[in-house]
């Protein structure tokens, strides 16, 4: 069995797991990098300096829920930093709200309604477009929100920083994007592989 290593950006307490789609097979080795210590990372750094892991260092790339916490001019640098990690085959997995369907709740539903209950407890649009409000009265200011995308917006930004095929699908009834990159240029059946495995759901009709 070929051995392969993810690097899990921002990782919080969380260890691999279900929640990290397509990694969770024995083949699969997590490195795990957060910017706060109290998580107990195998690295510390953040999405914009991961000067900790070497170029072309990993299989892959898995961010979920941390490239909307930093300022729009930042995130081009954590998209570099994240394709520069990888080896040249190798791709990013990532996710994060959808802007496009957070405005639609907010349109028909309100700014404060609950849109889903989550592990954390209800999540309102609020929540979603600012971050967790009960994590930052708590003094958790790394979950504040500083940007957002659309599935455009997403294919673009992966697109200007370099990634050779991307595929992204929009999940509305869960407020999500997600996106699968290969570093390379790729044919549409590598691309439409990779999605199946890393977008939970996908199916090649879905593909872009």
């Not at 081009?76 to 080896?87: D, Q, S």
């Not at 929100?145 to 991307?166: C, E, P, V, W, Y």
Request: hydrophobic fraction near 45%; proline fraction near 7%; glycine fraction near 8%.
């Amino acid at each position: 069995m070929k051995m392969r290593k993810f690097l899990h950006v921002g990782c919080g307490p969380g260890r691999k797991g279900p929640k990290t789609p397509g990694f969770d097979g024995p083949d699969w080795t997590e490195i795990r990098l957060d910017i706060d210590p109290s998580v107990s990372p195998d690295l510390i750094g953040t999405i914009t300096d991961l000067s900790a892991v070497e170029t072309g260092a990993v299989d892959a790339v898995y961010s979920s829920h941390n490239i909307e916490h930093i300022y729009p001019h930042e995130v081009p640098v954590a998209l570099a930093e994240f394709r520069r990690v990888l080896n040249p085959e190798g791709f990013l997995s990532i996710t994060c709200p959808d802007v496009v369907a957070v405005a639609k709740f907010i349109a028909t539903q309100g700014l404060e309604e609950t849109a889903y209950v989550s592990g954390m407890g209800p999540i309102t649009p609020l929540d979603m477009l600012y971050g967790h409000r009960a994590s930052l009265s708590a003094g958790n200011l790394f979950m504040a929100h500083r940007t957002a995308f659309s599935a455009q917006s997403m294919a673009a930004s992966l697109q200007q920083a370099g990634f050779g095929k991307i595929a992204v699908v929009s999940r509305p009834s869960q407020f999500l994007l997600w996106a699968v990159a290969s570093k390379a240029v790729c044919d549409d059946a590598a691309i439409t592989a990779l999605a199946q495995r890393h977008i939970p759901g996908f199916t090649a009709k879905a593909a872009p």
